[in-house]
């Protein structure tokens, strides 16, 4: 069964920290992994989309880390901000049955002053 | 720059009462979603359009139904209304089914079955 878990299910840090969250999947065979961010009452905005031959990826201060041979995947935040307060959703595609993307259920982040 | 909108943003029905949910999206995208959002699960896929003039089921496509009626607008309609589809639906679109195309997503449609 195609599977998408992370870690931690949630996280306060304090604003300026770094934070690091966890996405680990069973999802096979595999296509690409997407990292979204959802804001509390709006709706996924993506982070960034990394394929098998990529191992990492920057989008500002977000960046986006890789392993497809342990599938796992994580999501560095660096000098965290008030406005990083949201969950991080990863996402998995896989190619079998036309592109079908299975959803973590998301780390709920809290960043405080 | 609109992207994905979705009407209403909140709607209260009773048990057995239909209503439709409005989606449009002004990217000129061949491919637009339908999903569902609830507590402690991921988002779980209703229906999608491949492209303007055809539909597809999705992982959870009981209790619904959906018109592509143009290139732009993708609506979703309960025709029975039941406790259980109470969530948030969130409409999406994309330039084509392909996997490495990035989904964009509407702010949301809380709804509420009582």
């Known amino acids: 069964k195609n599977q998408v878990e992370q870690s931690p299910q949630s996280l306060i840090i304090l604003e300026g920290k770094n934070c690091t969250l966890q996405?680990?999947?069973?999802?096979?065979?595999?296509?690409?992994l997407r990292w979204y961010k959802q804001d509390t009452g709006r709706g996924p905005v993506s982070l960034t989309i990394m394929t098998f031959s990529e191992n990492t990826k920057s989008n500002g201060r977000y960046t986006a880390t890789l392993d497809a041979d342990t599938k796992q995947s994580s999501l560095h935040i660096t000098a965290s901000q008030l406005s990083d307060s949201a969950s991080y959703i990863c996402?998995?595609?896989?190619?079998?049955?036309?592109?079908?993307?299975?959803f973590g259920t998301g780390t709920q982040l809290k960043v405080e002053l | 720059n609109a992207g994905v909108t979705q009407t209403p943003k909140f709607q209260v029905l009773k048990t057995g009462q239909s209503m439709t949910l409005q989606c449009a999206q002004d990217m000129n995208h061949n491919s637009m979603y339908w999903y569902r959002q609830d507590p402690g699960m991921g988002l779980r896929l209703i229906y999608y359009?491949?492209?303007?003039?055809?539909?597809d089921k999705g992982e959870v496509p009981n209790g619904y139904n959906v018109s592509r009626l143009n290139k732009r607008e993708f609506s979703l309609r309960l025709e029975s209304a039941a406790p259980s589809q109470t969530s948030v639906y969130f409409c999406a679109s994309s330039q084509g089914l392909s996997s490495g195309n990035t989904i964009y997503f509407g702010e949301g449609s809380w709804l509420t079955v009582v």
């Open positions: 996405c680990n999947y069973t999802v096979s065979p595999f296509s690409n």
């Open positions: 996402v998995v595609t896989n190619t079998g049955g036309g592109n079908k993307l299975t």
């Open positions: 359009s491949a492209s303007e003039g055809t539909t």
